[in-house]
Each structure stands twice: as structure tokens, then as C-alpha cells.
């Protein structure tokens, strides 16, 4: 039974508010929709708010939302979290405009939040300089421990199965909305390895290619074609918290759960069962390496 929509809400702690900003709106096209003393949120559509940023001494994930169906099935989500002896650490919605919520650590110790419906009351169209995008799109996070996250997904949160490799280090997570993917989880050390957003056009990713030089900066990894199951077409950067950014074209939508069965892809790929990049480019030693750390905000505020 699926209980998450969609993506929702992501929370990234930062040194540089400001700076993190300017490169929200300036080469991701989002527009501010809400600021406070050190909080800035920002939407790339009518949604109130889709990623905010938060004053901290060190760059780290501090929460990740996931839109649920209903207040109903919010329900379902807290009732299963406190059943499956998991920490509720705040009974309360983050995201801006979220009538209910909730947030609780995972078993990897990435916070989670739970929350409503967003209001959809923002600006359809506005003016940006960025390659703006449709929405903020999924998450890929690094565990210790990859089938314990996997199974907590799919149990206590309702997500499905979309792909997994061969040696159960990579595995790709569905919502009620069926793009392919809404988490993946790989293992590594605990932390958010990218944030991806779905790009508008084909051709915005190369766009994002010529606005990465404006901050001296080039990509990662791409342009490229995904295989697995989700055949999306990718870029990815590392922004100016460390954290790598990837913009996402024409990821697979399943048209029958019913019917669907998950993949087996191997972990270390032969140059003819090559999945990561149909197009034969292996991902850098730079795409490879760690984004941001989980943060300890929500366990000082538990101890205190």
C-alpha cells in the first residue's frame, strides 16, 4: 500500500545561506518563496516550498520529506514508525504550509519528514536566469547498512522496489506517483550523495553545462543515459555545499504495478551489461566520492 506521493521536502544545512541561494535561483532557476532568520525557502513551481536551506556551521542534510497521499495515510506512515520501534523526534510538520507531520531518524540515521500536501500557491510562471525545472525529483542517499533502509522504505513507509544490483548495495525506491525512482540508497557512508530535479527539456541539460562555467565550475559526471529500468538522461554537478546536483530527462514512469517486476543489475558492470551509462562513460572518481554528511541538529535537540 503506498503512503508517500511523491518527493517532498528537502532541508540542507549551509555556512553560506546566501551563497546557496543566489545558486538556487541564479543556476537552478528556483525562486524564494518564504524567508526567516536563517531559513530561506525556495520552489521551482506552484508548489510553497521544495528545498530550503538553513544557517549551520558545516554544509549537512538535515531532513527528508516525503509528500504523503492524505492526512489518512500520514497516519498509517506515524502509526507504523512508532510500531516499528523507530525515534519520532518532532510531531510536526517542517515544510512551509504543511498542515501535519512529522519527523523521525531512520535506521541510518538520516531524519525523515513525513508531512501533508503542500499548498500549490505559487507562481505557475516567473522570470529566472537558471535552467529552470519541473520539480525536485528524488534523492539519493548513502547507508551503512542498504537492505535494513530498503526494507524500512517499503514497510513502514509503503514505497516499492523499482531496481536493485546484484550485490543488494544499490537499490532504487518508488512512490504512489511511479517515476522510477523517489530514493535510491547505496552504500557508503551515511549522508545525501545527490538531490536531482526533473529538467523541463532534453536540451536544458546541456544549458546547465554553459551555466556551470559562469561559477567556475564543470560537471561530474554526463551528459548521459541511465539504463537500468529507468532509461532517464542525466548531469550532474557538485554545488557550493559539496553536495552533487543532478538534472534528470524522461526518467521511466511504471505503467502497470501490478504487473511489474523489479530488476537485478550487477554491481560491477562488463563493458556489454554496462547499466549506470547506456552511452559507456563510467562515473568519476568525483561523482564517486561523498556529498554531505547526515547532521546532528535533530540529535542535540533529542538529547536537550
Not at 6 to 25: C, K
Not at 173 to 187: G, I, L, P
Not at 206 to 225: A, E, I, K, S, Y
Amino acid at each position: 500500500m503506498h503512503l508517500i506521493a511523491q518527493m517532498g521536502h528537502l532541508t540542507i544545512e549551509t555556512p553560506d545561506i546566501e551563497q546557496s541561494v543566489r545558486e538556487a535561483e541564479q543556476l537552478l532557476g528556483m525562486r524564494v518563496s518564504s524567508r526567516s532568520e536563517g531559513r530561506v525557502g525556495l520552489t521551482s513551481n506552484t508548489r510553497r516550498v521544495e528545498l530550503s536551506f538553513i544557517s549551520a556551521p558545516i554544509a549537512a542534510v538535515s531532513s527528508i520529506g516525503f509528500e504523503a497521499i492524505s492526512h489518512a495515510t500520514l497516519e498509517v506512515a506515524r502509526s507504523r514508525v512508532l510500531n516499528s520501534g523507530l525515534q519520532l523526534v518532532s510531531d510536526h510538520p517542517i515544510a512551509d504550509g504543511a498542515e501535519a507531520g512529522f519527523v523521525f531518524a531512520g535506521p541510518s540515521g538520516h531524519t525523515f519528514e513525513i508531512h501533508t500536501p503542500v499548498p500549490r500557491d505559487q507562481p505557475a510562471e516567473y522570470l529566472t536566469m537558471g535552467v529552470r525545472p519541473s520539480r525536485l525529483d528524488h534523492v539519493s542517499i548513502m547507508v551503512g547498512d542498504v537492505p535494513q533502509t530498503r526494507d524500512m522504505l517499503r514497510d513502514v513507509l509503503g514505497m516499492q522496489l523499482s531496481d536493485t544490483a546484484d550485490n543488494e548495495e544499490f537499490v532504487f525506491m518508488r512512490a504512489a506517483d511511479r517515476f522510477h525512482h523517489t530514493v535510491a540508497v547505496v552504500k557508503g557512508p551515511p549522508g545525501l550523495h545527490h538531490f536531482s530535479f526533473e529538467a523541463r527539456h532534453l536540451g536544458d541539460l546541456l544549458r546547465v553545462c554553459d551555466q556551470l562555467r559562469h561559477f567556475d565550475r564543470t560537471l561530474v559526471w554526463g551528459p548521459g543515459h541511465h539504463g537500468a529500468n529507468a532509461q532517464s538522461y542525466f548531469t550532474y554537478y557538485r554545488d557550493g555545499n559539496g553536495c552533487i546536483v543532478e538534472h534528470s530527462f524522461g526518467m521511466t514512469k511504471i505503467d502497470n504495478e501490478e504487473i511489474y517486476e523489479p530488476q537485478v543489475w550487477p554491481a560491477n558492470p562488463a563493458p556489454d551489461e554496462e547499466w549506470l551509462n547506456l552511452w559507456g562513460a563510467p562515473p568519476s572518481k568525483m561523482f564517486a566520492s561523498p556529498g554531505i554528511p547526515v547532521s546532528d541538529r535533530w540529535n542535540k535537540a533529542t538529547a536537550a
